[in-house]
Nanobody, 122 residues
Framework: VQLQASGGGLVQAGGSLRLSCAAS????????LGWFRQAPGKEREFVTA????????SYAEFVKGRFTISRDNAKNMVYLQMNSLKPEDTAVYYC????????????????WGQGTQVTVSS
């Protein structure tokens, strides 16, 4: 599967952005999908993920209540709605996919998009 993230930009603190990730491939609905981010000088970290069946989601503590992941298997799309953005949310956001894993949704991703920059000003 190939992934293409978009929707990043510059936003003021407290604002919102919606990231999109378009995926290629006829087996999109069999992949778990996740969003990760990497801030300058920091390691990449897990943000959120959604299972292939859409029955399970997982969020990092620092985004709970602010970010929402969703997917549209008919359109091969996954989305990240980000509300109440903070300057510390500034990072490059990556969408990722995995297949054949069970259990925790925050690991095991072998397919990555190119990333989209999100900058939150104070």
């Amino acid at each position: 599967v190939q992934l293409q993230a978009s929707g990043g930009g510059l936003v003021q603190a407290g604002g919102s952005l919606r990231l999109s990730c378009a995926a290629s491939g006829r087996t999109f609905s069999t992949y778990d999908l996740g969003w990760f981010r990497q801030a300058p000088g920091k390691e990449r970290e897990f943000v959120t993920a959604i299972s292939y069946s859409i029955s399970t989601t997982s969020y990092a503590e620092f985004v709970k209540g602010r970010f929402t992941i969703s997917r549209d298997n008919a359109k091969n799309m996954v989305y990240l709605q980000m509300n109440s953005l903070k300057p510390e949310d500034t990072a490059v956001y990556y969408c990722a996919a995995r297949s054949g894993w069970t259990g925790r949704l925050d690991r095991g991703y072998g397919y990555w998009g190119q990333g989209t920059q999100v900058t939150v000003s104070s």
